[in-house]
T-cell receptor, first 116, second 115 residues
Framework: AQTVTQSQPEMSVQEAETVTLSCTYD???????LFWYKQPPSRQMILVIR??????QNATENRFSVNFQKAAKSFSLKISDSQLGDAAMYFC?????????????FGKGTKLTVNP | DTAVSQTPKYLVTQMGNDKSIKCEQN?????MYWYKQDSKKFLKIMFS???????INETVPNRFSPKSPDKAHLNLHINSLELGDSAVYFC??????????????FGPGTRLLVL
């Protein structure tokens, strides 16, 4: 079974600075997807960024980028120019590409605080 | 337009009661899910349905019964509620798993409190 580990329960960053959230995962599959979801206090789960395992190029979405290291099974999220609105719980998630296994497997989350 | 909606948003009830949570998606997706987020914020899959057919049932007590009347709706009925059922329940939906269609979209969540 796949597992996802987020080793940082909490992180903080100063506004306008850069922060990196860590995620590692364990799988025997070669084809899968990885995601970062953001959950602000409103509770809504918001997709931040996604990465396809067969693509070597790291995904980027504006101020958000990932460092995907497939061999090391690592998928970290970098937030540049942090803003107050980035404060939230961040969840790393894995999704198999095998039919019948389309569930998301989540890490335990990292609570990000942005200091003004 | 709300893509994935859930009702109610909050539910407070007594132990032993039966309650339902409804979910609807207007994205035209074929697959729908229920996830549970516990008090420590941990999210875990409970069920998934593809075109009204149960695909995943993750060792959830049989007091929980999902029902999918059509592919746009997936409801969750819970019998004989227990204190440990207190959590936030999220509905999600997605297209069939193909390249470029792998994202799951979440509803706003239903906070259930069992007293």
């Amino acid at each position: 079974a796949q597992t996802v580990t987020q080793s940082q329960p909490e992180m903080s960053v100063q506004e306008a600075e850069t922060v990196t959230l860590s995620c590692t995962y364990d799988t025997s599959e070669s084809d899968y997807y990885l995601f970062w979801y953001k959950q602000p206090p409103s509770r809504q789960m918001i997709l931040v960024i996604r990465q396809e395992a067969y693509k070597q190029q790291n995904a980027t979405e504006n101020r958000f980028s990932v460092n995907f290291q497939k061999a090391a099974k690592s998928f970290s999220l970098k937030i540049s120019d942090s803003q107050l609105g980035d404060a939230a719980m961040y969840f790393c998630a894995y999704r198999s590409f095998q039919g019948g296994s389309e569930k998301l497997v989540f890490g335990k989350g990292t609570k990000l605080t942005v200091n003004p | 337009d709300t893509a994935v909606s859930q009702t109610p948003k909050y539910l407070v009830t007594q132990m032993g009661n039966d309650k339902s949570i409804k979910c609807e998606q207007n994205l035209g997706h074929d697959t729908m899910y229920w996830y549970k987020q516990d008090s420590k914020k941990f999210l875990k899959i409970m069920f998934s349905y593809n075109n009204k057919e149960l695909i995943i049932n993750e060792t959830v007590p049989n007091r929980f019964s999902p029902k999918s009347p059509d592919k746009a709706h997936l409801n969750l009925h819970i019998n004989s509620l227990e204190l440990g059922d207190s959590a936030v329940y999220f509905c999600a939906s997605s297209l069939p798993l193909q390249r470029g269609q792998e994202t799951q979209y979440f509803g706003p969540g239903t906070r259930l409190l069992v007293l």
